[in-house]
């Protein structure tokens, strides 16, 4: 996968999906975090892995437990919508605060795949994220 492809629109709903989940890292929001995930979506960051909306929020929420602040910068790779899916692969820079005190510097790639929910939304469906670089 490489490019843009499908609509402005979509591709800009993608994109705005992919920068609510940033805002919600940054505000610790897990709600709003979520609400991201399709109900059946998979996740997968480091060993760790979720299905299902529910029990990826309940593995978020105890990994932010180990932060006191994370940002997240994002440089879109690609976003190729066909339909109501999408392939998407995203750069993202994190600037982390530990719960002790620590800070980290790390770079990573998301690879998702999304949908067009019944109410019209986009949602991640599967995201992996690999780390790039620490600092």
């Known amino acids: 996968m490489r490019g843009f492809s499908g609509s402005v629109e979509d591709r800009l709903a993608v994109r705005e999906r992919i920068e609510s989940y ?3 890292v940054f505000r610790k929001d897990a709600d709003d975090w979520a609400e991201c995930w399709a109900e059946d979506a998979e996740w997968a960051v480091g060993e760790h ?8 929020r309940d593995l978020w929420v105890k990994l932010m437990q180990g932060f006191d602040a994370a940002a997240m910068y994002v440089a879109h790779g690609s976003v190729a919508v066909d ?4 392939q998407s692969r995203s ?7 530990g719960a002790d ?3 980290r510097l790390v770079s990573g790639r998301y690879d998702d ?3 067009r929910d019944a109410d019209g939304a986009w949602r991640f469906v599967s995201r992996s994220y690999a780390v790039l670089q620490v600092r």
């Open 49 to 56: 892995r979720a299905s299902g909306r529910a029990a990826i």
């Open 83 to 86: 339909g109501d899916k999408c």
């Open 91 to 97: 750069y993202m820079l994190e600037m982390l605060k």
């Open 113 to 115: 795949t999304l949908r």
């Open 22 to 24: 940033n805002d919600a």
């Open 101 to 103: 005190g620590t800070e």
